[in-house]
């Protein structure tokens, strides 16, 4: 049932990758009306089972709803969307609220919403955890970082897309925890993949390793997704692009280091799915930086 206040139930939405396009889509079947704006209109020539309502424009967007959602890659594509001649910003309605689901430099996402405030509008920083399964199933976690009374206004909304939906703080403290959450998500990854390796190095079968860590303290999420991966040699479809991990690890540890923080985890672990995206192409698994540790173990 769509509980979200009338003025919010026209949504606009950029950032239909795949999962800006389930999220997209459990909001229509949640009875919103979606508009859609897409830099190629074949966009959504790929997406015609979703009823979207495409926009020739940004103008146009934000002249039919106060609610605009963002779903991109990094930060100077939000930036860019924002900010730049004809973006959200110059034409967003005043009292509008702006929901960014990108994980995206915490430290940009302060001056992003004193920029808009200054106009009358709202950021909301909600980066999210699941990956495209969890956008699929509609399962993902999310932290919102902003206005608590804006928060309130679109919770309704994030309840069609999310299990676990939190308002974290300010502006900024959504993108914060995202960075701890993928810090240990990858971490915990690279360390999986040295004591696989270091087994497979001493004659055991890697299933039976497999097996024996899920059965025990080692088991996780995070195992149960890369240690299949790991075992059948990568033949299976990708989960999650290594490309999107390597993005948001070397954020954060190109921050840390701005800080004056010393996280020799991070660092390496940055410094692995450097490597990976740069040895294989784009769409591969986060898991196999398995290949990497591999190379370096007689380094």
């Not at 405030?117 to 399964?133: E, L, N, W």
């Not at 970082?145 to 703080?169: C, S, W, Y």
Request: charged share 15%; proline share 5%.
């Amino acid at each position: 049932m769509n509980s979200t206040p009338p003025t919010l139930n026209t949504i606009g939405f950029i950032g239909l990758g795949n999962m800006g396009a389930a999220m997209a889509g459990h909001l229509c079947k949640a009875g919103y009306t979606v508009l859609a704006w897409a830099r190629n209109a074949s966009t959504f020539e790929a997406l015609a089972d979703i009823p979207l309502v495409p926009q020739p424009s940004i103008e146009a967007l934000c002249a039919s709803t106060r609610l605009v959602a963002l779903n991109v890659t990094n930060t100077a594509d939000v930036q860019s969307l924002l900010f730049r001649d004809g973006g959200i910003a110059q034409h967003a309605q005043p009292g509008s609220i702006i929901v960014d689901f990108s994980t995206i430099d915490a430290a940009a996402v302060a001056d992003i919403a004193r920029q808009l405030k200054s106009r009358g509008v709202d950021y909301i920083d909600c980066p999210v955890s699941g990956g495209a399964a969890g956008a699929r199933a509609a399962t993902l976690s999310m932290m919102a970082g902003g206005d608590l009374a804006a928060f309130n206004q679109i919770e309704p909304m994030l309840k069609h897309l999310g299990k676990t939906i939190r308002h974290v703080g300010p502006s900024g403290a959504g993108q914060a925890i995202k960075a701890a959450n993928q810090m240990a998500l990858c971490i915990q990854l690279v360390g999986i993949a040295e004591a696989m390796n270091y087994a497979l190095e001493q004659g055991a079968e890697l299933s039976v390793v497999l097996e024996l860590l899920q059965a025990g303290l080692p088991a996780s999420r995070v195992l149960d997704w890369a240690g299949p991966h790991m075992v059948k040699g990568f033949t299976d479809p990708v989960s999650i692009e290594a490309h999107l991990h390597a993005k948001d690890v070397r954020m954060v540890a190109d921050a840390a280091k701005k800080q004056g923080l010393h996280l020799p985890l991070l660092f390496k672990t940055a410094e692995l799915l450097d490597e990976l995206v740069a040895s294989g192409p784009k769409s591969q698994d986060t898991s196999r930086v398995f290949e990497v540790v591999r190379r370096h173990m007689r380094a």
